[in-house]
C-alpha cells in the first residue's frame, strides 16, 4: 500500500470537515431544542392568560374569570371581578405550571400565589382588564418545573 | 533557446502555487459552512401585542375614558412604544422601531357619536 503525504494531510482534512460538521449539527440540535421549550412555555403563557380574561369557568377560574351577564346569557370579556380572581387553582401542562396571578388596581399591587413548586424558566402575561369595573394591569406568571 | 529561458522563468518564481483542485475543495468546503442550518427562532411576541391593543380597545368600548386617560393607559401597557390616534388626530406620540404592528376600532359613545380609535405598537 502506498500511504503518501498528501493523502494523510486529505485524510486529516476530511476528518477535521466532518468532526466540524458534526460539531454545527449539535450545536442547530440544542438551539433548536432550547427554541421549541421556549416556544411551548411562551405559547402556553400567552394562551392562558388568553382564556383567563376572555371565559367563564366556575370549576376553576384559572380558565376563565369573567364576569357572566346572566341577562344576556354570555361572559363580559375583559371585564372580572376580584371573587373569580381569588377563586382561582392551579393548574399545569406537563412540567408547566402557572405559578401566581399579580394584579394592579388604583397602583396597589396584589398577588395571588397558584403554586409553591420550584421553577426554573418563568414568563409573565401582560392584560390590560376590568376589575370589579376598574382599569387594571394583570399578570399571570406562568413556569417551568425545575 | 526560448525553451531554455521559459525554464529559468519558472525556476527563479517564488511564492505560492494554487491548484484548481485547491480552489475546488476550498470552495466546497465554504459551501459546506454557509448552507449549514440556520435556527429561524420563533416567537409569539406579535400575538402578545396584538391581545394587548385588542384589551385596550375592549376597554375603551366598555368603559368610558378621556383622551388623557388614554393615552395613559397605552403608555402603562406598552411603555414609550404607541402611538394612539383618535378621530386622525394623533394623541399620544412614540418611538419609532424596526417593526410595528397595529390596531384600530371604532367606539360608540352613549350619544351613539363615533370615535376612530388607532393604536400603533412599534419593537424590535
Known amino acids: ?146 | 533557446m526560448s525553451h531554455k529561458l521559459r525554464n529559468v522563468y519558472f525556476d527563479n518564481k517564488k511564492g505560492f502555487v494554487f491548484s484548481l483542485e485547491a480552489t475546488l475543495a476550498l470552495t466546497l468546503f465554504g459551501l459546506m459552512l454557509f448552507t449549514l442550518p440556520q435556527i429561524q427562532m420563533t416567537s409569539l411576541k406579535e400575538l402578545a401585542i396584538s391581545q394587548q391593543e385588542n384589551d385596550l380597545l375592549r376597554i375603551l368600548s366598555a368603559k368610558e375614558s378621556s383622551e388623557n386617560e388614554i393615552s395613559l393607559d397605552a403608555q402603562e401597557l406598552f411603555g414609550q412604544n404607541a402611538e394612539v390616534w383618535i378621530n386622525e388626530k394623533q394623541i399620544l406620540f412614540a418611538q419609532k422601531k424596526k417593526n410595528a404592528i397595529a390596531s384600530a376600532g371604532i367606539i360608540l359613545d352613549p350619544e351613539l357619536n363615533e370615535k376612530q380609535v388607532k393604536i400603533v405598537v412599534y419593537y424590535d
Not at chain 1, 53 to 80: H, M, P, Q
Open chain 1, 1 to 146: 500500500m502506498i500511504f503518501s503525504l498528501d493523502a494523510m494531510i486529505s485524510f486529516v482534512i476530511v476528518l477535521a470537515c466532518t468532526l466540524l460538521f458534526v460539531f454545527a449539527l449539535n450545536n442547530y440540535a440544542q438551539r433548536a431544542e432550547q427554541g421549541l421549550k421556549d416556544f411551548e412555555l411562551e405559547e402556553k403563557a400567552l394562551l392562558t392568560a388568553d382564556s383567563f380574561v376572555k371565559n367563564f369557568d366556575e370549576n376553576n377560574t384559572i380558565r376563565g374569570a369573567c364576569v357572566y351577564d346572566a341577562e344576556k346569557k354570555r361572559v363580559r370579556t375583559n371585564e372580572l371581578s376580584r371573587e373569580n380572581i381569588t377563586k382561582a387553582k392551579g393548574i399545569e401542562f406537563g412540567n408547566i405550571f402557572v405559578k401566581s396571578i399579580t394584579f394592579t388596581t388604583n397602583g396597589t399591587p396584589e398577588t395571588i400565589a397558584l403554586s409553591s413548586k420550584k421553577s426554573s424558566e418563568c414568563i409573565s402575561a401582560k392584560r390590560f382588564v376590568l376589575i370589579d369595573r376598574e382599569k387594571a394591569i394583570i399578570l399571570i406568571q406562568t413556569c417551568r418545573e425545575g
